[in-house]
């Protein structure tokens, strides 16, 4: 197949100005080689698009192709990661991963643990704060956990984002909404064990591949999985595959993950967060449908590494999702 390759190059937008933070989601040139390399071996013939600027304007020039592999986060707003799954099911061109509708509500956090919790599914209890004033309507105890309603990579993650008293919580708040400009989602705070969970294909085909447990070195900020902690990992964090058989937590987890993945009707590939409270129960914390896919660094990945699925491989088991989407001959 001639597959496309959508995707936003963090280079490209620290050259126009952008700062480290404002670019922390985007992808890094290993990544789109990693990509286009798998690929390649499986019998494919990769062609580089780029953002969604630049897809419309080789849609526009009449670039077509049989599949579009997307990893493109968009820029700007709540639904940026939306933008081309929009574009490219306007021109009927099938592609990997989530449709808009999930992509925008799955980058809203607040969106998310709403259809989480109405499903029955456990997640720590929230409100989603969009001024100042709403942290005076939580109605739960602290300690509290406090992020941007919709980034990713950990941003605007930090020590301060463990609110230990009601009194700190406007201050907090108002932190986060001078620096990101959006909503601030207020949650109960979950200090046991966490986890994140690889997951792959669609519907009744999804399944688990494996799930590792994070710990915290004395190096790194302490009690989250911060922005720091993630983005300079070595040294400050160590990461160990868990097993469902040694391990009944374990079990628990990997299944609250996969019910919830199906609830929120993600697609192909992708990770889910998930974060024991105090009397070590699993509760839901994010999903990421457009998880990473730098080669041995990013959390799917090493999730797939740690249970003997190669990189190759769990490229060619997302591509096989998605291509099930693709019409057959005779269909409109």
């Known amino acids: 197949m001639k597959i496309g390759l959508t995707y936003d190059l963090r280079q490209d937008y620290l050259d126009m100005g952008y700062s480290e933070l404002e670019t922390a989601e985007f992808d890094s040139v290993e990544t789109i080689e990693g990509i286009e390399e798998a690929l390649s071996s499986l019998g494919h013939i990769p062609v580089r698009i780029g953002n969604g600027r630049r897809l419309t304007e080789c849609l526009v020039r009449g670039d077509r192709w049989d599949l579009v592999f997307n990893i493109a986060e968009g820029l700007k707003g709540v639904g940026r990661e939306a933008q081309v799954p929009a574009i490219l099911d306007l021109y009927e061109i099938p592609y990997t991963f989530s449709d808009p509708l999930v992509m925008s509500l799955c980058l809203h956090k607040g969106m998310t643990k709403q259809i989480i919790r ?4 456990v997640t720590a209890d929230f409100i989603v704060a969009h001024a100042v004033e709403d942290a005076d309507c939580v109605a739960f105890d602290p300690p509290f ?30 932190d986060l909404f001078e620096q990101f400009r959006q909503p601030v989602l207020i949650e109960e705070f979950l200090p046991g064990r966490e986890f994140t969970v690889g997951l792959i294909g669609t519907r009744k085909e999804a399944r688990v591949l494996g799930t590792m447990e994070i710990f915290l070195l ?11 902690n993630k983005e300079g990992w070595v040294g400050r964090v160590e990461y160990k595959p868990v097993n469902p058989e040694k391990d009944t937590l374990i079990k628990e987890v990997e299944s609250l993950a996969l019910n919830s993945w199906n609830v929120l009707g993600c697609r ?16 839901f914390i994010e999903v990421n449908p457009l998880a990473g ?40």
């Open 118 to 121: 109405d499903a029955g599914l």
């Open 145 to 174: 956990f406090i992020k941007p309603v919709a980034e990713g990579t950990g941003m605007g993650i930090t020590a301060k984002s463990v609110v230990l008293s009601r009194p700190e919580l406007k201050a907090a708040c108002l």
């Open 218 to 228: 004395d190096g790194a900020e302490k009690e989250v999985y911060s922005f720091e």
């Open 268 to 283: 192909d590939g992708g990770r889910i967060d998930i974060r024991c409270d105090r009397l070590g129960r699993p509760g």
């Open 293 to 332: 896919l730098r080669p041995e660094y990013s959390d799917l990945p090493m999730v797939c590494g740690f249970f003997g699925t190669s990189y190759v491989r769990l490229i060619q088991m997302i591509l096989e999702s998605a291509s099930k989407r693709i019409p057959t001959r005779g269909e409109s």
